[in-house]
């Protein structure tokens, strides 16, 4: 079975997952389906689709910060490749 | 439900309606606090708040305790209070008496360096606190309904669910008491840094919005003074050990307690709504000094989410605690009323919602809340300066 990750506006691009994944694991973001290239704790966010280094990373329908780094669909999104907007 | 969310409360001489009939012996000053902490052992069913301010600061600060003191007497959970100061204090009881001068309800006051000392003035409050728990128990209740109710919105601990759970779930219930009348008030101006986008499209008018990015870009430039290069990072480690990772994305989830309702008005602090329905309060993001804000203004209640388990409650108005993952909703069972972890294994937040709502109604009915039951007080004034 999928891990469940939530997603809560069809803008993000990035959901949280509600049980721990591991590397490996198939994550369902309402529909949405990415296979977790690392883990990602519970409560951490998974990247849904790629987002090139200093473009926005979007939850709520809203931008939380930028990407400091490219990021794959599958991977951890938290402050070591997501910054605030200066 | 909305056709009898009505409760039995006490009307106060300017109109208000309290949900509690509290006697409350305040201090105007921290060298008073002995003495009240005193009075509250001898006396349980009053209610005392220790703080330490009144004294060591200057300008703005003064107005503020000022205004924040004469706010906590004036809610209309207080029936009666009694001022206690020690005598050579800037914010002392005449001085509050006299901004409290259009306060009709029962109010004493009494001074340590004019009664003989920390005992004797102990013995005179414990006699004064006993009579007007008299009068207070024999005050005729009335009828008040949604439209009666100011309710304090808060989040304290919050972790990276709190944004999908607790705090949408209190939205919910929000947008009900507000469709009934009722008033909500929004604050934690530092957890509006990143969200700025989403209140103003939700102000009523070019006035709110204005005044939202105003006091929005003033805690914005506040904060990356303090903390430079950090500002962005403006959370507790404990946030980000559970998932958030910046300070909008811990914006936006926080101003979702707030529900749809358009913004009607923004207030400084301790400042009283003159609109029914959601409004705005520029407060700290400091729990403790953000609702001591709002109860100032006049809020019976406060519903506050944690996902990390804050067990704060406050003196004079009961405290609903909303957990947003049901793991800290068991750890903390003592602390806690409602979870709103329940979403991530299937509830509805209408159905979180309207349990938070259910219980809004049965604590205006006098059920006690948690935090109640502990009687665990936070107070805390917002300074503006460093003391003198």
């Known amino acids: ?61 809203e931008e939380i910060g930028l990407a400091t780094q490219a990021i794959a669909p599958g991977q951890h999104v938290h402050t070591h490749n997501l910054g605030g907007r200066k | 439900m909305s056709g009898d969310f009505t409760f039995e409360g006490w009307r106060r001489p300017d109109g208000r309606i309290g949900i509690r009939n509290h006697c409350l012996v305040l201090p105007t000053v921290v060298c008073a606090a002995g003495v009240v902490r005193e009075v509250g052992r001898r006396l349980p069913d009053v209610v005392v708040i220790e703080h330490p301010h009144g004294c060591g600061r200057a300008g703005p600060d003064i107005g503020l305790q000022l205004k924040t003191l004469a706010g906590i007497v004036e809610n209309p959970n207080v029936g009666g209070a009694i001022l206690v100061g020690l005598g050579c204090e800037p914010v002392s009881v005449g001085l509050l008496q006299a901004v409290l001068a259009d306060n009709k309800k029962p109010l004493r006051g009494i001074v340590i360096q004019e009664t003989g000392g920390s005992q004797k003035t102990a013995d005179k409050v414990e006699a004064m606190a006993r009579e007007m728990l008299t009068e207070l128990a024999a005050m005729p209740r009335e009828r008040g309904a949604a439209a009666d109710l100011t309710v304090a919105l808060e ?14 779930a209190v939205g919910k219930a ?169 979403v991530l294994s299937g509830k509805t937040l209408d159905e979180v919602g309207e349990e938070i709502l259910a219980l809004l109604l049965r604590v205006a009915r006098g059920e006690n809340t948690k935090a109640e039951v502990n009687r665990q007080e936070v107070f805390a004034i917002a300074q503006t300066h460093q003391a003198l």
Do not use: H, W
């Open chain 2, 174 to 342: 929000v947008d009900r008491l507000v469709a009934m009348g009722g008033t909500a008030i929004l604050s934690e101006t530092t957890e509006m840094i990143g969200a700025l986008g989403p209140l103003l499209r939700r102000a009523e008018n070019a006035e709110v919005a204005a005044s939202l990015k105003q006091i929005v870009d003033r805690q914005e430039e506040v904060t990356r003074q303090i903390l430079g290069p950090l500002a962005d990072r403006a959370l507790a480690p404990g946030n980000v050990e559970s998932g958030l990772s910046t300070i909008a994305e811990k914006s936006l989830g926080c101003i979702t307690k707030g529900g749809s309702s358009p913004i009607r008005e923004v207030l400084g602090y301790a400042q009283r709504p003159s609109k029914q329905g959601l409004v705005v309060m520029d407060t700290p993001g400091y729990d403790a000094e953000s609702i001591t804000g709002m109860a100032a203004a006049g809020a019976q209640a406060i519903i506050f989410t944690t996902g990390r388990g804050s067990p704060a409650g406050f003196p004079i108005a009961p405290v609903i605690k909303v957990s947003s993952n049901s793991e800290i909703y068991r750890a903390m069972a003592d602390d806690i009323d409602i979870d709103a972890g329940q």
């Open chain 1, 1 to 61: 079975m999928a891990a469940r990750a939530i997603r809560l506006d069809p803008r993000d691009n990035v959901a949280v997952v509600t049980a721990d994944v591991r590397v490996g694991d198939l994550i369902d973001a309402g529909g949405i389906q990415v296979r977790a290239t690392e883990p990602v704790p519970r409560g951490g966010k998974v990247a849904l689709t790629a987002i090139p280094s200093g473009e926005p990373v979007v939850r709520y329908g």
């Open chain 2, 155 to 168: 989040c304290g601990g919050s972790d990276t669910f709190s944004g999908m759970t607790a705090n949408p």
